[in-house]
């Protein structure tokens, strides 16, 4: 059974940061896309950014105009893992950031076939 498991929201002052994880288990993702939208309350889903690699150690990143230059997504094929830091939060960061894995890297979410329940980030002015 596929699981993707989100850590590392919280509660966090403006101009600050936050790191995102999320664990993959039950296969293994390194030639999938992964990704990270958000969802504010009363809004719809968000693409935050996104990241391939070709298995290997070469990985191809995407990301919304809202947080080029201060959010970075990595990923580790060895752990099975995808990671969001999040540097210069702004109060309209504020979502609950799902973790998602595809056959391609998408700013659609569609495009992705399995979801993490989702981790709350709140940034306080």
């Known amino acids: 059974q596929v699981q993707l498991v989100e850590s590392g929201g919280g509660l966090v002052q403006a101009g600050g940061s936050l790191r995102l994880s999320c664990a993959a288990s039950?296969?293994?993702?390194?030639?999938?896309?992964m990704a990270w939208f958000r969802q504010a309350p009363g809004k719809g889903r968000e693409f935050v950014a996104a990241i391939s690699s070709n298995g290997g150690s070469t990985y191809y990143v995407d990301y919304a105009d809202s947080v080029k230059g201060r959010f970075t997504i990595s990923g580790d094929n060895a752990k099975n893992t995808v990671s969001l830091q999040m540097n210069s939060l702004k109060p309209e960061d504020t979502a609950v950031y799902y973790c998602?894995?595809?056959?391609?890297?998408?700013?659609?979410?569609?495009?992705?076939?399995?979801w993490g329940k989702g981790t709350q980030v709140t940034v306080s002015s």
């Open positions: 039950g296969r293994t993702f390194s030639r999938y896309g």
């Open positions: 998602t894995a595809g056959r391609w890297r998408s700013r659609d979410p569609s495009r992705y076939d399995y």
